[in-house]
């Protein structure tokens, strides 16, 4: 038994070790590819201004691609996990973080929202698998936070998508053109929604227009 813990322990300290190793090369590539699209970087860059080899970047990645994915994977991990914190707050504070959390990742990691927004080179699935799940994270927050639940029926998911989408659209011209502050941008958006969910409620009265602050958008 002591012959199996012992073996059993170097496999541990090796994972352990493998873990971290590899969420340094994703926190190395966060910083690369922060505003610097994919087809601008090597393979042979990422390795030297990370000061790894690149044989190492591919034992954990794979392949440029993998490890692009793997950022970007990493990045929207963060968004995503924020957007769904915050229960207790009040509905409308919990809906201003998130989007000002939104515009935030948008504004640092430039390149990668935009692969995300863009759905990479042509009709990326892995990307656009990526997007949707940044979308469904959004709109379940913005449910729980409006309606009390996340299983909404299709009219008001369809109202907050489309929300979602013009949200898109506007950071993208927004990073691109930052000609008004991120506070602005967050009320902006904010008041928009409050459109939408008027919207909502006018074709479906069971879903009423429940944000204080959106009512008087």
């Not at 090369?25 to 699209?37: C, H, Q």
């Not at 034992?59 to 229960?87: C, E, H, M, N, P």
């Not at 299983?151 to 011209?173: F, H, K, N, Q, Y």
Request: charged letters at 25%; hydrophobic letters at 40%; one cysteine or more.
């Amino acid at each position: 038994m002591s012959q199996q813990r012992a073996a059993v322990r170097p496999r541990a300290r090796g994972t352990e070790r493998s873990v971290a190793r590899r969420a340094e090369l994703l926190a190395i590539g966060r910083k690369l590819f922060a505003d610097t699209s994919y087809d601008a970087l090597s393979m042979d860059d990422i390795a030297r201004q990370a000061h790894v080899a690149k044989g190492l970047i591919y034992y954990y990645f794979q392949s440029k691609r993998g490890y692009y994915l793997a950022i970007i994977q990493d990045s929207v991990a963060d968004l995503v996990t924020f957007a769904a914190s915050g229960l207790e707050l009040p509905a409308v504070d919990r809906v201003q973080r998130t989007v000002d959390s939104y515009l935030r990742f948008a504004e640092h990691h430039q390149a990668a929202y935009r692969t995300i927004v863009s759905g990479g080179v042509g009709f990326d699935t892995e990307v656009h698998a990526i997007r949707d799940g940044v979308r469904e994270a959004i709109i379940d927050t913005i449910a729980e936070g409006a309606y009390g639940r996340s299983d909404i029926a299709p009219l008001a998911r369809m109202g907050l998508l489309s929300w979602v989408c013009s949200v898109e659209g506007a950071t993208l011209d927004w990073i691109d053109r930052p000609e008004l502050s991120r506070d602005t941008m967050r009320d902006l958006l904010v008041k928009m929604l409050g459109g939408s969910l008027r919207a909502v409620a006018e074709l479906d009265p069971s879903y009423p227009a429940p944000l204080p602050a959106c009512r008087n958008a």
